[in-house]
């Protein structure tokens, strides 16, 4: 089976614009989680969603917003980008509808830079 | 305050120590997790823990629901274990230890 794969790869922005960036979890997989990888703050939990509902949301600001479609493809989208957005964007699938309880699977993560 | 500590931050050892990490959580979880990731970012989940112990070859990882902690023991360390080692726990949303990055010598 494929992987979990993330495009795209690396991102370059300015400061205001917007940005999606899109997870195709392995096939199969229901479950979907975003997390943010940055070296001052580690990781952090994102969204998680289950067949296309938001089942959990972390700590960040509105301009962070994310949407599953019906073939479990993810995408998540920020919006007046910052400085601070800068990070590396990791996606998970999981077999399941609770992803505490599956293994989750990673991909290779979204590099974006902000200018 | 974090809902998640894990200590050491950085672990130096020589191949074939054992190696322990510890993690302490605060919140009420459902499941523990154990993540490995090597340089260039790449993230592997290595356990899934709800209660007791569960060793994957030379891995073994244990939790006390009751005292809120667990460690990931590393037998016979090898230079390939060299990696940040991250503790992650899911009480509705996932939260993350720092990491402790570990180094095996040969």
């Known amino acids: 089976k494929a992987g979990v794969t993330q495009t795209p790869r690396y991102l370059i922005k300015t400061r205001g614009q917007q940005v999606t960036l899109s997870c195709s979890p392995i096939?199969?997989?229901?479950?979907v989680s975003w997390y943010q990888q940055t070296p001052g703050q580690g990781l952090q939990f994102l969204f998680e969603?289950?067949?296309?509902?938001?089942?959990n949301k972390g700590n960040f600001p509105g301009r962070f917003s994310g949407r599953q479609f019906s073939n479990s493809r993810s995408e998540m989208n920020v919006s007046t980008l910052e400085l601070g957005d800068s990070a590396l964007y990791l996606c998970?699938?999981?077999?399941?509808?609770?992803?505490?309880?599956?293994?989750?699977?990673f991909g290779p993560g979204t590099r974006l830079t902000v200018l | 305050k974090n809902e998640v500590e894990q200590s050491p931050q950085n672990l130096t050892a020589q191949e074939g120590e054992f190696i322990t990490i510890n993690c302490s959580y605060s919140v009420g979880i459902s499941a523990l997790h154990w993540l490995q990731q090597h340089p260039g970012g790449g993230i592997v989940s290595l356990f899934m823990?709800?209660?007791g112990k569960k060793k994957h070859g030379r891995l073994i990882a244990t939790i006390n629901i009751q005292e809120k902690h667990s460690s990931l023991h590393i037998t016979a360390s090898h230079p390939r274990d060299s990696a940040v080692y991250i503790c992650?726990?899911?009480?509705?949303?996932?939260?993350f230890g720092t990491g402790t990055s570990l180094t095996v010598i040969p």
């Open positions: 992650a726990v899911k009480a509705g949303q996932f939260y």
């Open positions: 096939s199969g997989h229901r479950s």
């Open positions: 998970a699938s999981s077999l399941g509808s609770r992803a505490s309880l599956d293994t989750q699977y």
């Open positions: 823990l709800s209660s």
């Open positions: 969603y289950f067949s296309e509902t938001q089942r």
